[in-house]
């Protein structure tokens, strides 16, 4: 053993000396040195678990994060012994161990190095605190970039910088701050083109130093705990993030609704105030689908409890939105008021729900309601407890709900002290401990009660707080950001970051939570947000009464938001589609052009531009009175979506940037089905599917996936999977198509919109029969319909 001295808080630290013994049982490989013991578990392929016992002895085997159908994949692997290591194979990885000391070198099958131990694992006992701290530590490789981490407000790439996770209600951060809301310890690492993951699943507070300590060294640690990490290989960034998924898990389908524009403010009360917003949206005709309510639709911020006064009979009120096309979401805090009078605290009390100090007085903290009690979500019977308790909201037709303050955060102290007991699934924990994972299975109880009580429906889920792999309940927002125009460079980093991270389904509050934007930076706060997963404005203007609906700024910001709203509603059929291929196959629909072109080190350090799925390109206007923006388009043809102009990509463009448009640019080759205006989702039946198709000569593949957009029918295979590949040449127009169909839509024709087409043609060709093809439309596209059940459509060059 070799030691190292250091502060008297730490014992000294302990780094492990030659291998003695190994052994391998089925897919598990122990390798066990005078003191410390390393677990591998080789997984599939590319993913391998690596997971030590400091002292010999491992801690329980248990995870908040992995899905329950994490399995291993049979596949190849084997081990040989060498004079100076062991190595242990798959088809895609080598891992060498070193036999003095542990250390792993990761190669792929050729010997090129992808990671690299420096010091690799050690550990340090936590005198203070008792555990023990536990390290590992990397080499950086050449030119490495790091991205990765969930809600970071900083660049995307994280090299030389230093973050940790600890769950913080951090009420109008900044750029650069640290902690946030949410702790996904999950990074990547990209260098000669190759990428791979690292997730440490530990929910002890986590700190990742990416060379900031020393410029050639990564390391993570944790302050309690087991080190135990996933290595994922891609060499495909965007497969080490759906091999994340694997391991953490994918959502189900959202209710097509959640996928339209939400409004929220804190808070809209009384029920008559409600009412008028849910009409003016009607009467301006901008579509909207989602109303909140934030927490003064309670009685004195008791949850599941509603203000009498204000709010005499929330079943009618959400029945009336119901019926002009509105969706109820209400927010839900884990607080619970100290009051006798009040069942939820009387019950929780009754049957010990409650979380404990050290010396065993109930956790008391004030938060909205006053001295507040919290639940103990880390105990299953408190989770199924706090489930039951939406069957109320779910009765009077309430659709989602909104955890806030789960970090958890409380007055004055800030959030839980350290002492705090918890149960942590039968492990008696203190807060260190459970603290990153207590919004997490906060919200995991709600969506599971909703869940229940809101059977066939599909309920929708938002949270602040969050650890890996809650993505399989919840969506999540970025939390107290502030109206400012760095907030919204902010906004557009973090949801791309969280998108990397498994968490997809995210925004941020448009316009900003604190503060006014004006309607020159609401409106491009808009533009960003409709190229969301989760497209919600948000704000905090109680005190001032300052509004800030779409139509808050004047008429002419008003119409230029309608036209983006009205875009986000005819693109669902794109991000629908989208979403079903991130629950599928667990591919983010946000991907930093990092993802999308890793061989092109341009794109690398890239953070204001992003690919909303397959085959959209976006670059936000990010300054007051920008007029214009140059903006990076990576190898390919690209048009632009404002006006068709065909763009050769791996250069920079200059975008001019009026007000009512911002740098979108569609992969030429890409289908892209749209509906037609509506007020809001399935409020008319969709009788002609519309196609927008771009003329391209690269092989690009396209996807439409359709279902109900509610129910669960689609996991019993009630659906349609529509692949689209276009591969046209300079002579002819190629689209070819195929399909899984078994869900019945209104439909049975596509109306197709071809832009682009270089040539001049009289026929088109379905299926090989030939009719007559239209002339161009002033704006140079031909449109025709073609009946749904077509292979292929060719246009020939006349
Ligand atoms: O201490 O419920 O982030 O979205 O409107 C503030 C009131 C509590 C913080 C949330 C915000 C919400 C607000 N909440």
Redesign the pocket.
């Given at each position: 053993m070799q030691v190292e001295t250091s502060s008297s808080k730490y014992g000294v630290k302990h780094y492990p000396d030659g291998i003695r013994e190994w052994k391998k049982e089925g897919n598990y490989f122990s390798f066990y040195t005078s003191e410390t013991t390393l677990e591998v578990r080789v997984i599939a392929d590319k993913i391998i678990r690596f997971r030590y016992a400091a002292e010999g002895t491992f801690q329980r085997d248990f995870s908040y994060a992995t899905s329950d159908t994490l399995e291993e994949s049979p596949i190849s692997f084997g081990i040989k012994e060498w004079e100076e290591t062991f190595e242990i194979y798959t088809d895609a990885l080598k891992v060498f161990i070193a036999r003095d000391n542990l250390r792993l070198t990761i190669t792929d099958t050729e010997g090129h190095v992808i990671n690299q131990d420096e010091m690799g694992y050690h550990w340090q006992h936590y005198l203070l605190k008792g555990g023990k701290i536990q390290y590992c530590s990397k080499l950086i490789q050449e030119g490495e970039r790091f991205y990765g981490l969930g809600d970071k407000p900083t660049e995307l790439n994280l090299r030389g910088k230093r973050l940790e996770n600890y769950g913080t209600?951090a009420?109008g951060f900044q750029k650069d701050t640290d902690p946030l809301y949410r702790n996904i310890p999950f990074y990547y690492g990209l260098h000669h083109g190759k990428g791979y993951g690292i997730f440490f699943d530990n929910t002890f507070r986590t700190i990742f130093d990416f060379g900031k300590e020393r410029a050639d060294v990564c390391s993570f640690w944790a302050r309690g705990g087991e080190m135990n990490y996933y290595f994922i290989y891609g060499p495909e960034l965007l497969d080490v993030a759906r091999a994340y998924t694997t391991i953490t898990g994918t959502p189900e389908l959202p209710p097509l609704w959640a996928l339209g524009y939400h409004q929220?403010?804190?808070?809209y009360y009384p029920d008559s105030r409600v009412r008028e917003i849910a009409k003016e949206f009607r009467k301006r005709k901008i579509p909207c689908d989602v109303i909140y309510l934030?927490?003064d639709y309670m009685d004195g911020f008791r949850c599941f409890t509603w203000n009498k006064e204000w709010f005499p009979d929330p079943a009618g009120l959400i029945r009336d939105l119901a019926a002009d096309g509105f969706k109820v979401v209400v927010?839900i805090?884990p607080g619970i008021k100290v009051d006798p009078e009040y069942a939820v605290y009387q019950e929780g009390l009754k049957n010990n729900y409650f979380c404990k100090r050290a010396d065993g007085a109930l956790m008391e903290g004030d938060?909205?309601p006053g001295k507040c009690v919290f639940p103990d979500f880390t105990n299953p019977v408190v989770r199924d407890w706090w489930s039951s308790l939406f069957k109320s909201l779910a009765e009077i037709g309430v659709r989602g709900v909104?955890n806030?303050?789960n970090e958890p955060?409380v007055f004055e102290m800030g959030t839980f002290p350290e002492d705090v007991r918890h149960d942590y699934d039968g492990e008696e924990v203190s807060h260190r401990k459970a603290h990153n994972i207590y919004g997490h299975l906060m919200s995991k109880a709600t969506a599971a009660g909703m869940k229940k009580y809101l059977m066939p429906h599909r309920s929708f889920l938002i949270t602040?707080s969050c650890y890996s792999g809650a993505q399989r309940w919840s969506s999540v927002?970025t939390?107290?950001n502030v109206s400012s125009w760095e907030h919204l460079w902010l906004a557009s980093v973090q949801c791309q970051r969280l998108s990397v991270s498994g968490i997809s389904f995210t925004g941020s509050?448009i316009g900003g939570?604190i503060g006014e934007p004006d309607g020159e930076l609401f409106t491009r706060w808009i533009q960003l947000a409709v190229f969301h997963p989760l497209m919600r404005t948000?704000s905090?203007s109680n005190e001032t009464g300052f509004n800030q609906e779409p139509w808050s700024f004047g008429p002419e910001y008003e119409k230029v938001v309608t036209k983006f709203i009205n875009l986000r509603y005819q693109l669902i059929p794109y991000s629908y589609s989208t979403f079903w291929q991130y629950a599928t196959y667990g591919t983010p629909m946000l991907r930093p052009l990092a993802f999308v072109a890793q061989d092109d080190e341009a794109t690398h350090n890239l953070t204001h531009e992003f690919m909303f799925g397959d085959n959209l390109l976006i670059s936000h206007v990010s300054e007051k009175g920008m007029t214009e923006k140059k903006v990076y388009l990576p190898a390919g043809k690209w048009y632009y979506f404002w006006g068709d102009n065909l763009v050769t990509g791996k250069q920079e463009v200059t975008v001019k940037t009026p007000l009512d448009e911002m740098p979108l640019f569609v992969k030429a080759g890409a289908v892209l089905p749209q509906y037609p205006e509506m007020q809001y989702t399935q409020q008319v039946a969709i009788t002609e599917m519309l196609l927008h198709v771009y003329y391209g000569e690269d092989v690009v593949r396209s996807i439409l996936y359709e279902d109900a957009g509610d129910h669960y029918g689609y996991k019993n295979g009630q659906y349609n999977i529509i692949r689209f590949k276009q591969r046209s040449d300079k002579q002819q127009f190629y689209l070819k198509k195929q399909c899984f169909i078994n869900y019945e839509t209104a439909y049975s024709n596509y109306r197709i919109v071809l832009h682009g087409l270089p040539f001049a043609a009289t026929t088109l060709l379905i299926d090989g029969k030939s009719t007559p093809l239209g002339k161009p439309a002033a704006d140079g596209t031909i449109s025709f319909v073609v009946p749904r059940n077509f292979e292929l459509i060719q246009i020939v060059k006349s």
């Open positions: 209600d009420y929220c403010r804190w808070s934030d927490i927010i805090d938060v909205w909104w806030d303050m955060a602040r927002w939390g107290d509050d939570f948000h905090a």
